[in-house]
């Protein structure tokens, strides 16, 4: 899979693309992370990348020009059949769609992602109107810019693809993964809790359950028993019931009905 960043800071990638998971996806070869200056795709001799917004209004709005050369000299000209198949442009911006778990699984079905990292008061709408397939926000806050989020975006998809992480069966029991309904449903039964009866996750999952390493006690905290009896079928439903509880303590949200 191929990754395009489009910013003016593109000296900010080279700390996040060289650690981790994402370092050994592009030794690897299963991802391409092309990183790209902005600034190079201007006409005129300061490189300007922003304007006075019309109408008035504090802070300076990323022109859209630069930004249809930039993906238009990665993708080709845009026309009305739309975007190359498997691919997708992405603006991230503080008034996007909310990025989940289940936008990650559908960006890494893809064979490329443009990521565009919005800075200043805002960007042109008819990038996000004309050329982004996509706009995405990672939370209700605002930040600088989109490079903290296109990196997160890029971490998120790049551990969902094949090979990526040593054991396959990380993203399946983790926050967020989607659960059977009916095995969520079944472990719960009995379960005295304050979890409402109307919904287990929907299409959102719930959080992963608590873990625990040696020691087996710390400071008087010990780890619980039933981690460490053997007893497969107990340890599966304390996990469930735990993650649970956490979910409804920390992101109830999870566990309400899906909204359309």
């Known amino acids: ?25 592009r030794e690897a070869r299963l991802i391409e992370t092309h990183v790209h200056d902005l600034r190079k795709f201007t ?9 006075r917004p019309f109408g008035g209004g504090e802070g300076m709005v990323m022109k859209c020009e630069p930004l249809f050369e930039a ?55 008819r990038v996000a109107e004309h050329l982004a397939s996509d706009e995405i926000s990672i939370g209700d806050f605002v930040l600088s810019g989109g490079e903290l989020p296109a990196a997160m975006i890029l971490d998120a ?6 090979g990526a992480l040593g054991n396959e069966d990380s993203t399946v029991n983790e926050s967020f993964s989607a659960a059977e309904p ?6 719960i039964a009995g379960y005295e809790s304050r979890i409402p009866s109307h919904g287990i996750h929907g ?11 040696r020691p087996a ?14 007893n497969h079928d107990e340890i599966r439903r304390w996990r469930r019931q735990k993650a649970l509880e956490k979910t409804q303590r920390n992101r109830p949200d999870l566990l309400a009905p899906d909204r359309p």
């Open 43 to 51: 006409q005129d001799r300061h490189r300007t990348v922003d304007d």
């Open 157 to 162: 998809v790049t551990r969902l693809i094949p």
């Open 71 to 125: 993906v238009e000299s990665l993708l080709g000209p845009l026309t009305d059949a739309g975007l190359p198949a498997k691919t997708a442009v992405v603006l991230l911006s503080a008034a996007g769609r909310l990025f989940h778990q289940e936008t990650a699984r559908r960006f890494a079905q893809l064979e490329r992602l443009v990521l565009i990292c919005g800075r200043y008061e805002g960007v042109d709408e």
């Open 203 to 213: 299409s959102r999952g719930i959080l992963d359950y608590p873990h625990y390493t």
């Open 217 to 230: 006690s710390f400071r008087g905290w010990d780890v619980p028993e039933v981690l460490m009896n053997g």
């Open 182 to 187: 009916s095995a969520a449903h079944a472990d």
């Open 1 to 25: 899979m191929r990754f395009d960043l489009i910013t003016i800071f593109p000296d900010f990638f080279a700390g996040p693309l060289d650690y981790g998971i994402v370092r050994r996806a």
